[in-house]
T-cell receptor
Framework: AQTVTQSQPEMSVQEAETVTLSCTYD???????LFWYKQPPSRQMILVIR??????QNATENRFSVNFQKAAKSFSLKISDSQLGDAAMYFC???????????FGQGTRLTINP | NAGVMQNPRHLVRRRGQEARLRCSPMKGHSHVYWYRQLPEEGLKFMVYLQKENIIDESGMPKERFSAEFPKEGPSILRIQQVVRGDSAAYFC??????????????FGPGTRLLVL
């Protein structure tokens, strides 16, 4: 079974600085997708970024980018120019190819210091 | 284009009562997933449904829990004879079921169930 591990329960960063959240996963499959979701205090799950395993290029969405290391099974999220609104729980998730379930990590609570 | 809708947003039940949680997927989406989030934990998969079919219920407790996605109307997650341990946030997600961006699951706002 696939597993997703987020080894940082909590992280903090100064406003306007850069922070990286770690995620590793375990799978024997070659066709899969990886996601980062954000859960602010409202508890809504918001998609931040997605990565297809077959793509070598790292995904980028404005201030959010990933470092996808397929051989190492690592999928870290970099947030540049951190803003107060970025404060939230961040969950890394894995999904097999096809309409399959998401497997989530334990989450990392990100605090932004003004 | 409305997102995934869930109701109620908050639900309070006494032990032994039934809880019914509803989910309407995004327009054009035919795949629905239910996840449960216990306090201070990540989301755990419960069940995956398509219209009139349960595809994967490997995460659903064998007793008291059931789910359906009828031909017409929302998907329903039903919890019978609730216990305090059922208190959690229940999230519904939907996707188009195709390739590429159709693979992405979009979440509703969740239903917070509190069992007294």
């Amino acid at each position: 079974a696939q597993t997703v591990t987020q080894s940082q329960p909590e992280m903090s960063v100064q406003e306007a600085e850069t922070v990286t959240l770690s995620c590793t996963y375990d799978t024997s499959e070659s066709d899969y997708y990886l996601f980062w979701y954000k859960q602010p205090p409202s508890r809504q799950m918001i998609l931040v970024i997605r990565q297809e395993a077959y793509k070598q290029q790292n995904a980028t969405e404005n201030r959010f980018s990933v470092n996808f290391q397929k051989a190492a099974k690592s999928f870290s999220l970099k947030i540049s120019d951190s803003q107060l609104g970025d404060a939230a729980m961040y969950f890394c998730a894995y999904k097999s190819g096809g309409a399959q379930k998401l497997v989530f990590g334990q989450g990392t609570r990100l605090t932004i210091n003004p | 284009n409305a997102g995934v809708m869930q109701n109620p947003r908050h639900l309070v039940r006494r032990r032994g009562q039934e809880a019914r949680l509803r989910c309407s997927p995004m327009k054009g989406h035919s795949h629905v997933y239910w996840y449960r989030q216990l306090p201070e934990e990540g989301l755990k998969f419960m069940v995956y449904l398509q219209k009139e079919n349960i595809i994967d219920e490997s995460g659903m407790p064998k007793e008291r829990f059931s789910a359906e996605f009828p031909k017409e109307g929302p998907s329903i997650l039903r919890i019978q004879q609730v216990v305090r341990g059922d208190s959690a946030a229940y999230f519904c997600a939907s996707c188009g079921g195709g390739q590429g961006h159709q693979e992405t699951q979009y979440f509703g706002p969740g239903t917070r169930l509190l069992v007294l």
